[in-house]
């Protein structure tokens, strides 16, 4: 399908015509379309009155007699052409010009090609760069990325006026799963889980995995309210059963929420939510817990 038409030359309001007549449309509507999908190969129409390559009102209103139509590919895509009109009169192109065509055609082709070449480049790069920032199984940010958004976000709290919240996520029967189930539910039930935990934040919040079954959700600019709120969301959504092939999952969480500002290093904040978590599985196995300033320890939960 024709997707860009780029005009050059042609007078207004034709030029808008032409853009009308051929985005959208399928090339092998068009017989020359047709011809340059099966042969590849540059088109040079000495008379267009004895030619039906192209439809007559688009020569008309171009005021074309002979023209040339280069396709342009890459390997073995066709990625596009370009339709040179010469003369609004009758001409007889030559071996020479022919000749020529051709070498502009595999320049052409050339050109092409490195740009397919430094996209799929562009494109391995920009992967490799979100794959050495983020866990492979669930697409979360992993340790390095998180650790820069929290230190942004304890940076940016000295300037706001709300605090930074850490909740450490640990999630419950876990290793049941995998061992009841396998590794391949257990890894369905991390991506599944991991989805749900992004829902429950605000775009602007980080949701990241730590390793194995802990996740760590970063809240900027979030008062105590707001992320004890948050801590029962994500204990909600880890006690719903995750579905993996019609059979239900259940796990649950224990989650630690720590509170902090500009004072705190993100390792100190982390450990303060990770404590805070460790005091939940302590106390009721199953809920959220939120830590002190002053000595973290479980404040409130769901028991579970």
Not at 189 to 203: E, G, H, K, W, Y
Not at 229 to 234: D, E, I, M, S, Y
Not at 248 to 253: D, W
Not at 282 to 294: D, E, I, V
Request: proline content about 3%; glycine content about 8%; charged content about 25%.
């Amino acid at each position: 399908v024709i997707e860009h038409v780029l005009t050059v030359a042609i007078l207004s309001p034709f030029d808008d015509l032409v853009r009308q007549r051929f985005v959208g449309l399928p090339l092998s509507e068009l017989p020359l379309g047709r011809y340059v999908i099966d042969e590849r190969r540059p088109v040079l129409v000495d008379d267009t009155e004895s030619s039906v390559l192209l439809p007559a009102e688009v020569l008309d209103g171009l005021h074309t007699r002979s023209y040339v139509a280069i396709p342009l590919g890459a390997g073995d895509r066709l990625r596009g052409g370009v339709l040179f009109s010469t003369s609004s009169h009758r001409r007889r192109w030559s071996q020479a010009d022919r000749h020529l065509v051709e070498q502009l055609v595999l320049e052409c082709d050339l050109i092409m090609e490195n740009t397919v070449l430094r996209e799929a480049e562009a494109a391995r790069t920009a992967d490799l760069a979100h794959l050495a920032l983020h866990d492979a199984l669930t697409g979360l940010p992993n340790r390095a990325l998180l650790d820069d958004r929290l230190d942004a976000a304890l940076r940016g709290s000295a300037r706001a006026l709300g605090e930074v919240a850490v909740l450490f996520v640990d999630l419950r029967r876990f290793k049941a799963v995998n061992d009841r189930f396998g590794h391949d539910v257990g890894d369905a039930v991390l991506a599944q889980l991991a989805s749900r935990f992004t829902s429950v934040v605000r775009p602007s919040d980080t949701v990241g995995r730590l390793a194995g079954d802990e996740f760590l959700v970063v809240l900027a600019n979030a008062s105590e309210q707001m992320a004890c709120a948050v801590a029962q969301r994500l204990w909600d959504a880890a006690e719903e059963a995750v579905d993996v092939d019609g059979v239900p999952v259940q796990v649950g969480a224990s989650i630690g929420v720590a509170m902090g500002g500009a004072d705190l290093t993100a390792a100190e904040l982390i450990k303060r939510a990770d404590t805070a978590m460790y005091e939940v599985k302590r106390t009721t196995g199953s809920g959220w817990g939120l830590a002190q300033a002053s000595a973290p320890r479980a404040e409130r939960g769901a028991a579970g």
